[in-house]
């Protein structure tokens, strides 16, 4: 079992810049691909970005691309989001969420990872 700790949500003003951070416990960290995902009001989760257990391979939706950033820290159990140039449709909540299996590509198209956080609030104002 993993557990996932998003913090790091919050109110913005558009063209701002937040970090989410997502902090696990359980089994090994560096065992698990981790991701993004997001989810608006009315709308299918999104897959925002993905990161490989090594931190070598990423990937990230073309709607962010450019803009965010994700990273982890093997030896602090911690993967981030650093979002830069944030728009008001990047409302949403943002869940992280680890895949012990699948590729960096697979976990985020698919969205059917093996565990998710309780996702944190991000909201930016025009």
């Known amino acids: 079992q993993v557990q996932l700790v998003e913090s790091g949500g919050g109110l913005v003003q558009a063209g701002g810049s937040l970090r989410l951070s997502c902090a696990t416990s359980?089994?090994?960290?560096?065992?698990?691909?981790m991701g993004w995902f997001r989810q608006a009001p009315g709308k299918e989760r999104e897959g925002v970005s993905c990161?490989?257990?090594?931190?070598?391979?990423?990937y990230y939706a073309d709607s962010v691309k450019g803009r965010f950033t994700i990273s982890r820290d093997n030896a602090k159990n911690t993967v981030y989001l650093q979002m830069n140039g944030l728009k008001p449709e990047d409302t949403a909540v943002y869940f992280c969420?680890?895949?012990?299996?699948?590729?960096?590509?697979?976990?985020?198209?698919?969205?059917?990872?093996?565990?998710w956080g309780q996702g944190a609030q991000v909201t930016v104002s025009s």
């Open positions: 359980g089994r090994t960290f560096s065992g698990y691909t």
């Open positions: 990161i490989s257990k090594s931190g070598r391979s990423t």
């Open positions: 969420a680890a895949d012990a299996v699948r590729t960096v590509q697979r976990m985020c198209v698919m969205k059917r990872p093996d565990y």
